[in-house]
């Protein structure tokens, strides 16, 4: 069953600012010789996981939500740390706190979606579902750890695993694009899985000195 043009737009531009943040992060960590966490890269992370989040829901593919909905709220808590939520307007703020919620609990009441639908799609066989799930949990983790790492430093940062855990993280999911035939995904994480390794050399570089 193909989807509309326009859900594969809204996945696309939520892939381009995933990109985006890369190559920012990216070209300013070569520009400084070590790995820098600019306050634009979690504000592109977020904008670009709440349309993902949507391009998921739209296509009724759990994988992908259930890699946002982890990572959403790390995004939030990066920019927190770095003292730059506050500074953005507190329409703005509620509006990206509960938006997610308020889809989900929109699907179940309206009938848009269950967990048996989720589950049973007929377009994801469910072994190719429990690898975008693996996949998009052990790219999450990754998100977890650089939260946790964060949290003890009391400043945002991405430290060396984070880079590993998005290597194996988007070498799945692009195994799982190119299994599931979503151009979306595969196109989003080409790129990203090449940024991973450099930003890891440039991690390992900076402990050795």
């Known amino acids: 069953m193909h989807s509309p043009v326009w859900i594969y737009a809204i996945g696309f531009l939520a892939q381009l600012m995933f990109s ?4 920012i992060q990216w070209f300013l960590s070569e520009k400084q010789k070590r790995v820098l966490t600019p306050s634009t890269f979690w504000w592109l992370s977020l904008g670009a996981s ?3 989040f949507v391009y998921g829901y739209l296509r009724d593919d759990f994988a992908i ?8 709220f790390i995004y939030i808590r990066n920019l927190q740390l770095q003292g730059q939520w506050v500074k953005s307007p507190k329409v703005l703020r509620w509006f990206l706190f509960v938006f997610p919620i308020l889809l989900v609990i929109y699907g179940y009441n309206n009938g848009h979606y269950d967990i048996d639908k989720l589950f049973r799609n007929e377009d994801i066989p469910l072994w190719l579902l429990l690898l975008g799930s693996i996949a998009q949990v052990i790219f999450t983790l990754r998100f977890i750890y650089q939260w946790i790492y964060s949290e003890r430093k009391k400043k945002s940062s991405l430290p060396l695993g984070f880079w590993l855990l998005s290597l194996v993280g988007g070498l799945l999911i692009l ?3 190119i299994l599931r035939r979503d151009p979306v995904l595969f196109v989003g994480h080409l790129m990203g899985v090449f940024i991973y390794y450099r930003n890891m050399k440039l991690s390992i570089g900076i402990d050795k000195e």
């Open 20 to 23: 985006g943040r890369l190559i």
């Open 50 to 52: 709440f349309l993902l």
């Open 65 to 72: 939500m259930l890699g946002q909905t982890l990572t959403y």
């Open 175 to 177: 195994t799982y694009a």
